[in-house]
């Protein structure tokens, strides 16, 4: 039997079982490419839905490698359908009026099957959208597994940069706390200047309390002069005399230049404490810019990154109400 003579001896069984000629297409052209057209022999179409439920090819003999080369011909069908969920069927001749049809399994094997076996126009189309809905929903599935995924990443890099936001504030305003007690406190330097000069402050005015103390005696020891005189025999008054308002001579010119070296210790004492002062307030001066410069610089990078996180928490919160 011719393969021509086995595909009228097929339809005529199908249209005995319910099929329509409008359901079965022969010779029809899938997709030409460059290798050319490829005509699966027979093909059962669901006119209403638009889909191939079924792919039949003819053979008038069959060994393994008839069976080889149709399994090649149905995946190249297949990949040019972009699916493996249609039935596929091989009709060989077994006598001038009779068939037998095997059926292409999962493991890529043929199996025989009865002609009562052989499904009906419904339930091949029913399996197929049956497959259509399960594969569309498999996609949706996905679909929908791939946007929450995006939007549990986007939540959680917009958390992420609203903690790094608030983490570098709290830093900043705590770094710009310590660097301003720094700049109040005055420096190592400048108080060991301060105390080494108050102290020789008070070394300069113990010297002159005693030396005030030491002039005092003399004036006593000048008031009693004729007790000296007396007691003394070895020198003369006048010698007396000159050496007593020598001593108070040089006395009175030690308290003097003391008093000279305190006054411009006070003014040098005076003079660095404004100086130190001066460098304090421009200091002071430099620290407001930079925290002015510096709040309004986190200001931009906290109103930014809100801007940032609130825009991807929003579209979050629409592609949930979607």
């Given amino acids: ?142 679909t929908l597994k791939e946007l929450e995924l995006k939007k549990i990443k986007s939540r959680q890099i917009s958390y992420l940069s609203l903690i790094s936001l608030i983490i570098g504030v709290i830093a900043s305003f705590i770094t710009i706390f310590y660097q301003q007690n720094e700049f109040k406190k005055p420096s190592i330097l400048e108080n060991n200047c301060c105390d080494s000069l108050q102290a020789k402050y008070f070394n300069l005015n113990s010297k002159l309390i005693e030396l005030e103390k030491k002039v005092k005696l003399n004036s006593i020891s000048s008031n009693h002069y004729d007790t000296i005189y007396s007691s003394a025999k070895i020198l003369t008054l006048d010698q007396r005399i000159k050496i007593i308002e020598k001593g108070i001579s040089e006395k009175s010119l030690s308290i003097l230049q003391l008093h000279n070296e305190i006054e411009q210790l006070k003014k040098s004492d005076d003079y660095i404490k404004e100086l130190t002062q001066e460098k304090i307030d421009n200091l002071n001066d430099k620290l407001n810019l930079v925290n002015g410069f510096m709040f309004g610089l986190f200001i931009t990078i906290f109103g930014a990154i809100l801007s940032y996180a609130f825009t991807n928490l929003k579209t979050n919160k629409n592609d949930n109400g979607s």
């Fill in 1 to 142: 039997m011719e393969e021509k003579q086995l595909e009228i001896l097929f339809r005529q069984f199908l249209l005995n079982r319910g099929f329509t000629n409008g359901n079965l297409l022969s010779q029809v052209a899938l997709r030409t490419t460059g290798e050319g057209v490829f005509r699966p022999d027979l093909v059962i179409l669901d006119i209403e839905n638009k889909e191939y439920v079924a792919l039949v090819e003819f053979k008038t003999t069959i060994d393994e490698r008839i069976k080889v080369n149709t399994l090649g011909q149905f995946y190249k069908y297949f990949s040019l359908l972009g699916t493996q969920a249609i039935p596929a069927f091989l009709v060989f001749a077994i006598s001038s009026e009779d068939f037998q049809i095997l059926f292409l399994t999962k493991d890529n094997t043929f199996e025989p099957i009865n002609k009562d076996e052989f499904p009906s126009f419904e339930t091949l189309s029913a399996k197929r959208l049956t497959e259509e809905k399960l594969k569309e929903r498999e996609i949706e599935f996905k």
